[in-house]
């Protein structure tokens, strides 16, 4: 029987840590879902998110990228998520999460595997990973956690991502100095990696600005940055 697996995404931005993440999962499954996470609560919009996903996973045949609508981690289903605030509703609001993704997509899809990255940062997200594993198991769906890849020793995060750019504002409004390319200090084939991946450099100092500046400009780095690892494989 042809094996179906899902995996249910933010992407704010989208990563090498998501590309690996589908990697992973579609080499386990004859099709796979990335459901794209529709609510607007992000500083990427869904639209640059959705497109940066489809964008990326483009060259993998068996992988369809599609949205979650209100369904799916939203602010009706799962509003810590988007909140962060530790309630009891909240956890009730998890399981109808994990409710409605069971009950509807995946038995209208043929969903038997449920994928989804180790999570060492977000005390949230952790919850709902291990709410993953012991409620989906119990409607027939395996719960697969795939270790987050690593860049630099640390793990790949968005939020990680977003606050490394260039003069982003940081939490006490802050915008930051330019700081040492870290691929400075990591060569491939006796080449600085600084040399190889390009380094994303805005020319505006507001936070807004450089949003809107990295949007106009990722999909065409997460191009490069895929063609890259292909080369250096």
Not at 143 to 161: N, T, Y
Not at 166 to 173: F, R, W, Y
């Amino acid at each position: 029987a042809e094996i179906r697996g899902a995996a249910v995404m933010n992407c704010n931005p989208f990563t090498l840590g998501h590309r690996y993440l589908i990697e992973e999962a579609a080499k386990q499954c004859d099709v796979l879902y990335v459901f794209v996470v529709s609510e607007e609560a992000s500083e990427f919009s869904f639209e640059e998110r959705f497109e940066l996903v489809k964008k990326g996973c483009a060259d993998l045949d068996n992988v369809f990228v599609a949205q979650t609508g209100p369904y799916l981690v939203s602010k009706a289903s799962f509003p810590q998520y988007f909140i962060k605030d530790k309630t009891e509703v909240s956890r009730i609001k998890c399981e109808l999460d994990l409710e409605i993704f069971s009950g509807i997509f995946a038995k209208e899809l043929g969903i038997s595997k449920r994928f989804f990255g180790s999570e060492p940062l977000s005390e949230t997200t952790r919850k709902y990973n291990e709410a993953m594993k012991i409620y989906l198991p119990k409607k027939g769906i395996e719960a697969i956690e795939v270790e987050r890849a690593e860049a630099l020793g640390e793990p790949i995060s968005a939020s990680r991502v977003r606050m490394l750019f260039d003069k982003l504002k940081d939490a006490n409004g802050e915008q930051s100095d330019e700081g040492n390319n870290p691929f400075n200090y990591f060569e491939i084939g006796g080449k600085k990696l600084s040399e190889i991946v390009p380094v994303f450099k805005s020319s505006y100092s507001s936070s807004q600005d450089v949003y809107n500046d990295i949007a106009k400009n990722i999909e065409d780095l997460v191009e490069k940055a895929i063609s890259i690892r292909e080369e250096y494989k």
